[in-house]
Nanobody, 123 residues
Framework: VQLQASGGGLVQAGGSLRLSCAASGRTLSNYNMGWFRQSPGKERDFVAYITRSGGTTYYADSVKGRFTISRDNAKNTVDLQMNSLKPEDTAVYYC?????????????????WGQGTQVTVSS
């Protein structure tokens, strides 16, 4: 499956952005989906996860209560709504797909990755 992330940009602290991940090649409903982010010089870190049906979600503590992951299997998309953005949210954001439901916060379990979209939050 090919993943294409979009929706990044420059926003002031306190603002909002909505990222979208579109899939082609295979239907996204076969996969559990994740969002990760990476800042310069840092590891790629887990942000959010959603199961195939959309019935279960998990979030990193740093974004809990501010970010919401959702999916529309009919449209083959997964979104990340980001509210109350902070300068420390600045990173390249990647969507990813996995068959497994275990260890969802680990990069290694994900089989497919999008190319990333830059989010910059100014103070």
């Amino acid at each position: 499956v090919q993943l294409q992330a979009s929706g990044g940009g420059l926003v002031q602290a306190g603002g909002s952005l909505r990222l979208s991940c579109a899939a082609s090649g295979r239907t996204l409903s076969n996969y559990n989906m994740g969002w990760f982010r990476q800042s310069p010089g840092k590891e790629r870190d887990f942000v959010a996860y959603i199961t195939r049906s959309g019935g279960t979600t998990y979030y990193a503590d740093s974004v809990k209560g501010r970010f919401t992951i959702s999916r529309d299997n009919a449209k083959n998309t997964v979104d990340l709504q980001m509210n109350s953005l902070k300068p420390e949210d600045t990173a390249v954001y990647y969507c990813s797909a996995t068959f497994t439901g275990d260890s969802y916060s680990l990069r290694v379990v994900y089989d497919y990755w999008g190319q990333g979209t830059q989010v910059t939050v100014s103070s």
